[in-house]
Every structure is written in C-alpha cells, then in structure tokens.
C-alpha cells in the first residue's frame, strides 16, 4: 500500500498538472469505489464537479484531497494497488485506457486523470464544505476514521506523549490515529535507523531514544519524497514513473542480506501482526 512518501509524490504531480485545469466530466467506471453521504446519488455528485476548476491538491497521511471550486473536494484512498495516470492528450479521448480504470477526470483542455486500481481496494468520496487546510472535521463527518497527527510535523513532546504505553513501539507507529501515514516500510526503516527493537514497549523508549527515533522518521522519510517513493510492483506517480528509494532500503525486504552498519544478517520477523525486518544485533529488544 502507498504510504506517505509515495502518496506526497503523487500530491506533488497532480499539483503541477491539474490545478487550475476545469473538469468537463467524470467517469465512474466502478460505482463501489465511490463512498460518502451522497454515495447512493455518486451520478449526482460527480455531474456537480462539471465545469468547476480544481484549486488545490493536498495530502493527509495517506489521502489524497482533489479541491474544487465551491467547497467540493474529491477524498482519495489508494488502497493496495491504486494510482492516479496523466493521459497524453496529444493521444486524443480514443486512445485506449489502462485495464483496471475505475474513474477518468476529464479536463476541458482533453487531459484526462485516470484512477487506476487492480485489486478495486480504492475509495473516493466527493464531500462538501470541505476545508483543505482542516480537512479532518469534512472527513470525519463523512464516516472517515480519525488521524493522528503527520509525523513531518510532530514535536518532540506530543512523541513522547504518544509513547505513553506499554503497546509494541511498531504497532504505536503504525496507527493511523496516533501517528498519520507510516507504513511498514518505513517504520521498518525508522526503527532500524534508531536503533530500536520494534517489539520494546513504547514506554520503555528513553527520552534520547525518542528523540532520536523522531529525528530518524523525518530523515526517512524525507530521503523517501525526494527519491520518489518506493517501488516494489504497481507504484507509479502520475508521470507512470516508479519510485526510487527501494534501492536504498537499509532493512526492510533484504531478510538474510547483510546489515548494513555491523554486517549481521537481516532477520523477519512477526511483530503486532506484521512482518518486520529488523538487525538483530543494532536492535536489541
């Protein structure tokens, strides 16, 4: 699943190619990825995005927000395997779509935006009075679930309030209503890059520890964003482009290869239900 750097990029494209373009109309080609209040009126809502601009493009942990003029806002959830494609207009309206196309903006100019999605894990909602700048209150009010804060922009102390339990640190960091956008890429990264065993109570982290593994996940992060994200099979940005971070994983994916500080090999294992890869010398529980 795309998780905040991979899902940033794609923020970050869609900024540059359809903000200020004007919807001439949507198609939905699978009426169950659509979800809201007006779910059982989706034909209606989506009519109501027809000639009105997108004005921004914006991300919340995992979720890409499309808004539109008049308070309308499209809510992204990529799901597994979801991903937004920029035809070529060049290619006109007849060139033929990617398989698994479940919805199309069509823009005035001919540049379309496909929603693509194999496995049809993908969401959309189109919700009204939506903030882009507080969208939390339009999405939770839509039957969202909450969010933590975005760990790009955790201070120290609010972590170290966050770590007040004796949950497994890596289950703490891969909830989405403590800490908004991790996934297990990148707490896999984070942990290993402090030095942290992912099975250690979160309240067991000294203050230095904490410190230190909040410094790691912006760093990792931030490296992942500028990389592009990480690709491992259906992950594209709208340019089609796969992310390149994957090659600079340190621990994650590379079970039996050798650490890359102290040269022990890398171990799997199950933690909170999730596969973790972990140096079972750098992180001793």
Known sequence: MPELPEVENIALGLREAVVGRRVERVWVGTPLIV??????RWRESMKGLAGRRVVRVTRRAKR??????????LVVQLGMTGKFLLSDPEEGLAAPKPRHT?????????????????RRFGRVWCLRDLDPDAPDAAMEAAGLTHLGPEPLELRPKAFADILRTARPIKSLLLDQSRIAGLGNIYVDESLWAAGIHPARAGSSLTASEAATLLCQIKRVLRRAIRAGGTTFSDFRNVYGDMGRFRSRLKVYGRRGEPCPRCGTSVQRLVVAGRGTHICPRCQVK
Do not use: N
Not at 35 to 40: E, I, K, L, S, Y
Not at 102 to 118: A, P, S
């Open 102 to 118: 479940r919805l199309i903006l069509t823009f005035r100019d001919g540049t379309e935006l496909l929603f693509v999605d194999m």
């Open 35 to 40: 979800r809201g209040p007006d779910r059982r």
């Open 64 to 73: 890409l927000i499309l808004a539109i003029e008049g308070r309308l806002a």
